[in-house]
């Protein structure tokens, strides 16, 4: 398991065997997936100061990643 925050495994522990289905049989789940995983390891590269990005833009990672967290949750919960 990674040391960033905030995966999915970690964020539905209960639906890993689902995700993984999903990311083998759905493109467009896998590449939101796929997605949520970059920007979320963006996130964590700017909260640990790894890569200086503006507050700005931090912000708007978080709301990207939320909103990519919420559309895969309504996937997976479908």
Same mark, same amino acid.
Request: glycine share 2%; charged share 35%.
């Given at each position: 398991?990674?040391?960033?925050?905030?995966?999915?495994?970690?964020?539905?522990?209960?639906?890993?065997?689902?995700?993984?289905?999903?990311?083998?049989?759905?493109?467009?789940?896998?590449?939101?997936?796929? @997605?949520? +995983? $970059?920007?979320?390891?963006?996130?964590? /590269? =700017?909260?640990?100061?790894? %890569?200086?990005?503006? @507050?700005? +833009? $931090?912000?708007?990672?978080?709301?990207? /990643? =939320?909103?990519?967290?919420? %559309?895969?949750?309504?996937?997976?919960?479908?």
């Amino acid at each position: 398991m990674s040391n960033t925050p905030h995966e999915l495994a970690e964020e539905f522990p209960a639906e890993a065997g689902k995700i993984s289905a999903l990311k083998e049989t759905d493109a467009h789940f896998a590449r939101m997936v796929d @997605e949520y +995983h $970059e920007v979320n390891r963006a996130v964590h /590269r =700017a909260e640990t100061r790894v %890569e200086v990005l503006s @507050e700005a +833009h $931090e912000t708007e990672l978080r709301r990207k /990643r =939320a909103a990519l967290k919420d %559309e895969i949750w309504q996937r997976l919960s479908a």
